[in-house]
């Protein structure tokens, strides 16, 4: 059984960094690319980056570029989200996804519970 658990989220003020964690188990890691994508209250859920399997390829959302880096370990099946400058539109709740394709394309094959990331003014 896939599990996708986030890890590292809380409430931060503007300009803060938060790292994100998602470890994931019943998968082969390193044969999924990995995303992560956030949602906020009455919005639907977006893009925010995503990693190719071995991380040598990464995109991240306009919106969050030069303050968003995605990275992972695949010896430790983790794959992370630093955030910093954040702002408070970044408020939202964040998904790890995993992609069986790879990336590019990214498809979600599995989603993570989330975690909630709250920045306040």
């Known amino acids: 059984q896939v599990q996708l658990v986030e890890s590292g989220g809380g409430l931060v003020q503007a300009g803060d960094s938060l790292r994100l964690s998602c470890a994931a188990s019943?998968?082969?890691?390193?044969?999924?690319?990995m995303g992560w994508f956030r949602q906020a209250p009455g919005k639907e859920r977006e893009f925010v980056a995503v990693?190719?399997?071995?991380?040598?390829?990464?995109s991240v959302a306009v919106s969050v570029k030069g303050r968003f880096t995605i990275s992972r370990d695949n010896a430790k099946n983790t794959v992370y989200l630093q955030m910093n400058s954040l702002k408070p539109e970044d408020t939202a709740v964040y998904y790890c996804?995993?992609?069986?394709?790879?990336?590019?394309?990214?498809?979600?094959?599995?989603w993570g519970q989330g975690t909630q990331v709250t920045v306040s003014s």
């Open positions: 990693i190719s399997r071995s991380g040598g390829s990464t």
């Open positions: 019943g998968l082969t890691f390193s044969n999924y690319g």
């Open positions: 996804a995993a992609g069986r394709n790879g990336f590019p394309p990214f498809v979600t094959n599995y």
